[in-house]
């Protein structure tokens, strides 16, 4: 018999072998490529959105924000974004920056952090299982923080790196107060729903394209304590749920200090990117780290044809897959003009032909 989807990912997560490897969407296609499989999956008869309920082992879940108003286009750090649109969409591009040009620390103190009592915790627990209820026995994945990514939007990314090596004490006041507030919404979503959490999802991009953002010795000086401080209340607080960690790029030389800090899942697995092969990975981390990730938006999925998709899928599925420790997932957002025959082609490989027809089935318009 076919497992739940939580025992699916549990299984895998702990180094056994599941009756498949768990997919993942991941963080999922893009606004205008969800369009696109929305509209080109509805000539088929498929109804793209419950596809993917149907399809994804994980639940992302976070409790929802009750807090204060906040003025348009600014989120709960002061950080103020600019609509901007482009030929067939539209992102928000950050206009304000409230730590840009920090200087000394007590301007970092006075800074109006936000609250973490900010978001309803004591409806939480009926929200998840009210999705479990609607979309079946699926592992749940929350939120816990992404402090040095918070912190390059507040400064600018060139700021930030610069801060590194030139003001750390900056950094580490900012890193303070950013990890106090998820430290702290890390513990009030404990304490509401502990048993029910599978997997903490933590980020913060350390990786460019063919090395790191930043020397390993900044890591372990400035980033390091932050990240272990975290990673060690979420595994004291819910000693039975995965720490999983994300990070674009080529990440290999660093991987050994993100599994000190407390890492169990490494999520992206940017396969394009520099040292970041999956057998290399597999064969330096495969027996103390499980990964998430590993299908190409940069060139498989774009730019390949259905059956060479298949093909890579199944050689992820057996250098990153066997025995368990991994979730198969694209790398990152699908981009749009990704042809939708290479998005079921990954689902018919990872599923198998079975299920693959059963979720097609329950789709249909």
């Known amino acids: 018999m076919s497992m739940t989807s939580r025992a699916r990912v549990r299984t895998a997560l702990s180094h056994k072998e599941p ?26 008869g498929v109804n793209y959105d419950r596809l993917r309920l149907e399809t994804d082992d994980i639940l992302r879940l976070n409790p929802r924000y009750v807090g204060p108003k906040l003025p348009p286009h600014t989120d709960i750090w002061g950080i103020r974004y600019q609509p901007t649109r482009y030929p067939g969409g539209a992102y928000e591009q950050i206009e304000y920056k409230p730590l ?61 790196l ?27 979503i404990a304490e509401a729903v502990g048993d029910r959490i599978d997997l903490w999802f933590f980020a913060d991009d350390l990786g460019g394209q063919n090395g790191l953002l930043l020397s390993r010795t900044a890591y372990r000086r400035v980033l390091q304590p932050f990240h272990r401080t975290l990673f060690s209340a979420a595994r004291r607080l819910t000693p039975d749920a995965f720490i999983a960690m994300h990070t674009d790029g080529a990440v290999f030389e660093i991987v050994p200090d993100l599994l000190d800090a407390g890492m169990e899942v490494l999520e992206a697995v940017q396969v394009d990117c520099l040292h970041m092969e999956p057998e290399r990975l597999a064969a330096a981390y495969g027996d103390r780290l499980s990964f998430h990730g590993g299908v190409s938006v940069q060139k498989l999925l774009p730019f390949a044809d259905p059956q060479t998709v298949t093909r890579e ?43 693959y027809v059963r979720a097609i089935a329950a789709s249909a318009l």
């Open 313 to 355: 899928c199944q050689r992820l599925l057996r250098t990153l897959g066997a025995g368990g420790g991994y979730i198969i997932a694209p790398t990152h957002a699908i981009q749009v003009h990704t042809p939708v025959a290479n998005v079921l082609a990954m689902l018919r490989s990872v599923l198998g032909e079975e299920e």
């Open 19 to 44: 009756d498949r490897a768990p997919f993942s969407w991941g963080f999922g296609p893009t606004y205008e490529m969800s369009c696109i499989l929305r509209e080109q999956l509805a000539a088929m």
């Open 100 to 160: 840009a040009g920090t200087e000394r620390v007590e301007r970092v103190l006075r800074h109006p952090w936000p609250n973490p009592e900010w978001y309803d915790y004591e409806s939480f627990a009926s929200e998840i299982d009210a999705a479990r209820a609607l979309h079946g026995e699926k592992a749940v994945m929350v939120t816990a923080g992404n402090p040095f990514e918070i912190y390059c939007w507040m400064t600018g990314l060139e700021e930030a």
């Open 162 to 188: 610069i801060n590194l090596i030139v003001q750390p004490e900056i950094v580490r006041c900012a890193m303070a107060q950013i990890c106090g507030f998820f430290l702290r919404r890390l513990e009030r």
